[in-house]
């Protein structure tokens, strides 16, 4: 089975997963809000009409946010195919994934939007990042780096960030490589397998699927592709599509999946002030990367290729596994 065909499964069956959850998700107060900086989003998209209603802005308007590379528009699909009753809300950082690097202007305007998100009253829950930086040691990037440590710890943001794909011949990106700034996505196949171009890094290392992703360009990333090139003729209008930053927005997916459940059943499992307290650790870094170790694999803390394979179908969604919630949240 090809790669586009075994995601197009694994896409499916996280869905009927996903679906168990939506209407007890419909029951809770507020729907979980998660923010995508990275190329924006072509609303002419096809794949996208369904969602449109939940797609917003941080800045400016869908003019403004357009994206002309489709690397932005496949990670707002990804997130609102996977999961239900979510709000994404989409800043444009830069026009190609190519220019993702980043200038120090836009990374002291990317610092200034994450501010601003911090004190406007949209309550953003997650953050998903699908790119990152070589240096982890740049001075430039000090402005964001407290932008993204703020906003987690004071904000309780959960910020997600793509490893890199790079193999072994570098390592980790930043923010990725930074625990107090992002949990790190790596790729793996349809079969869970750890992807190839993943980079050298120390555990705990987290995967899932990065690969063979359908993506399609609407007419005008059609028109700005072959102006980039030597060979217009060769621009294809879909092709399949691998890597950490599509792994990413999966990942986001499977952390709103958990925030809605907690959200949901809450009250259904009459817990204490003391017990409602500690699911707030669902909220942090480690405390969410303890759950995907021991809720989110096919057996609590195995891994496969020293990598944690995480897919939806290995958290179950009955009430009981609240209570297993708050013994997993009890060893952070």
């Known amino acids: 089975m090809s790669s586009v065909l075994k995601a197009r499964k694994w896409i499916q069956d996280a869905k009927d997963?996903?679906?168990?959850?939506?209407?007890?998700?419909?029951?809770?107060?507020?729907?979980?809000?998660?923010?995508?900086?990275?190329?924006?989003?072509?609303?002419?998209?096809?794949?996208?009409?369904?969602?449109?209603?939940?797609i917003k802005f941080l800045r400016g308007n869908a003019e403004d946010n357009k994206d002309y590379d489709g690397h932005g528009t496949m990670v707002v699909q990804l997130l609102l195919s996977l999961?239900?009753?979510?709000?994404?809300?989409?800043?444009?950082v830069a026009d190609s994934r190519g220019s993702l690097s980043l200038s120090l202007d836009q990374i002291k305007e990317l610092a200034q939007v994450n501010g601003e998100m911090a004190k406007k009253s949209i309550g953003i829950d997650i953050l998903n990042l699908s790119f990152g930086f070589a240096d982890a040691d740049e001075p430039n990037l000090e402005p964001l780096r407290s932008a993204l440590q703020y906003i987690h710890t004071v904000n309780k943001v959960l910020v997600l960030a793509a490893a890199s794909n790079d193999g072994g011949h570098a390592s980790v990106m930043w923010p990725a490589s930074e625990a107090s700034c992002a949990i790190c996505v790596n790729s793996s196949d349809g079969d869970g397998n750890p992807s190839y171009f993943n980079p050298t890094q120390r555990p705990p290392k987290f995967c899932t699927l990065g690969e063979g992703f359908e993506l399609r360009l609407t007419k005008g990333q059609m028109e700005r592709a072959k102006t980039n090139t030597t060979e217009p003729s060769e621009v294809a209008q879909n092709?399949?599509?691998?890597?950490?930053?599509?792994?990413?927005?999966?990942?986001?997916?499977l952390v709103v999946m958990i925030l809605q459940f907690a959200d949901s059943n809450v009250e259904a499992a009459d817990l204490s002030e003391k017990?409602?307290?500690?699911?707030?650790?669902?909220?942090?870094?480690?405390?969410?990367?303890?759950?995907?170790?021991?809720?989110?694999?096919?057996?609590?803390?195995?891994?496969?290729?020293?990598?944690?394979?995480?897919?939806?179908?290995?958290?179950?969604?009955?009430?009981?596994?609240?209570?297993?919630?708050?013994?997993?949240?009890?060893?952070?």
């Not at 999961?83 to 444009?92: G, L, M, Q, S, W």
């Open 17 to 54: 997963h996903i679906k168990g959850l939506k209407q007890a998700s419909n029951k809770a107060n507020r729907r979980i809000k998660v923010a995508v900086i990275d190329t924006g989003v072509d609303l002419a998209n096809n794949d996208l009409s369904p969602y449109e209603r939940r």
């Open 83 to 92: 999961t239900p009753n979510i709000e994404v809300y989409v800043y444009k």
């Open 239 to 253: 092709r399949a599509e691998s890597g950490t930053s599509f792994a990413t927005p999966v990942a986001a997916a």
């Open 275 to 332: 017990d409602k307290h500690r699911l707030r650790k669902l909220r942090t870094h480690p405390g969410m990367m303890q759950v995907f170790k021991e809720k989110c694999v096919e057996k609590s803390l195995a891994t496969r290729g020293e990598f944690y394979y995480l897919a939806p179908w290995f958290f179950s969604l009955k009430l009981t596994n609240i209570y297993g919630l708050l013994e997993t949240l009890q060893r952070v």
